[in-house]
């Protein structure tokens, strides 16, 4: 899908952004202020008469899992692992997505148990100078449960969009992204150590990029993709942001300049290992009957 491939290349770009420009600043705050331009660029359009007061509260419970808490963990993940790691430890986010999607549907496969495994091997495999190890399973928990959050609301909100088709999803992202506001709000407020905070000039534009471009017209467009595929397609598009993300931390943003030759082997075996998880994951989508229930 034109919208899925779009905003792939608009998010490859946004790991290396926030690992190189946001090192400092708090990042409930970031994730916050984020959401927060997000929401104020859609939120003239929403049209909570139309979509009806119970769907406005789902849509605002979905964001606020779909964005608010993937952001929280997604961000304080860059406080223990160097960003080209925290794009690689998200290509579990397309295994999600279709164990999500099955078990919605009442279907299960020994597969993600198997996945699971292979991907923490790989976890363990990948080392980096100067990044110690309980810091790399820490940024791999974050950002496994980043993961979980943003697969539940993408395959939701598509459930939710298919049984409102007369909905246009420009009408609702502004309820998706409030949700999302309100939850990552309420980590900074309980989190966020408010006599330290500090935000330059060009961080000030750093968040404001990452909110009305990656977060702002970056999630719509996702969202509005995600609704018109299948589960499997989605799950593949979610995967292919990875490897675009991790060439742009380390050579765009110069994150290979920190890694010797013997990092370097373990990040690409390791790769291979969370790689191998996700491809053997899908084994069960392919096997899979298509699902017919797409908008296409």
């Known amino acids: 899908m034109l919208y899925l491939a779009v905003v792939t ?8 952004l926030i ?3 946001l090192k400092g600043v708090d990042p409930f705050l970031v994730a916050t202020l984020r959401l927060a331009c997000a929401t104020l660029l859609f939120l003239p359009f929403i ?9 406005c509260v789902t849509l605002i419970i979905f964001g606020a899992i779909q964005f608010g808490l993937m952001y929280t963990f ?4 860059y406080e223990y692992i160097p960003s080209h790691l925290v794009a690689i430890f998200s290509i579990l986010t397309p295994l999600y997505v279709v164990l999500i999607h099955d078990l919605q549907t009442h279907k299960f496969s020994k597969h993600y148990f198997i996945a699971a495994v292979l991907s923490v091997i790989g976890a ?9 190890l309980e810091d790399i399973w820490i940024g791999f928990g974050l950002m496994q449960l980043a993961g979980i959050a943003f697969a539940f609301g993408q395959v939701s909100y598509r459930k939710w969009k298919l049984q409102n088709p007369t909905v246009r999803d420009f009408e609702v992202f502004g309820l998706l992204a409030l949700g ?7 980590f900074s407020l309980l989190l966020t150590n408010w006599q330290t905070v500090e935000i330059t000039t060009n961080q000030w534009a750093c968040i404001l990029y990452l909110g009305i471009v990656a977060s702002g017209i970056g999630f719509y467009l ?3 993709g995600a609704a018109l595929c299948n589960a499997g397609t989605l799950a593949a598009f979610n995967n ?19 890694a010797s030759l013997q990092n370097v082997l373990r990040l690409g075996i390791g790769t291979l290992f969370v790689t191998s998880a996700i491809v053997y994951g899908m084994r069960s989508v392919a096997k899979a009957p298509s699902d017919d229930t797409s908008l296409q």
């Open 222 to 224: 996702w969202n509005k």
């Open 124 to 132: 363990a495999i990948i080392r980096v100078k100067g990044v110690p």
């Open 74 to 77: 997604y961000m304080k993940s």
């Open 240 to 258: 292919a942001l990875i490897p675009v993300a991790v060439l742009s931390s380390l050579f765009i943003f110069g994150e290979i300049k920190e």
């Open 9 to 16: 290349f608009i998010w490859a770009i946004s790991f290396g």
């Open 19 to 21: 690992g190189s420009s």
């Open 180 to 186: 999302g506001v309100l939850s990552a709000l309420a």
């Open 47 to 55: 049209r909570p008469k139309k979509v009806g007061a119970r769907n």
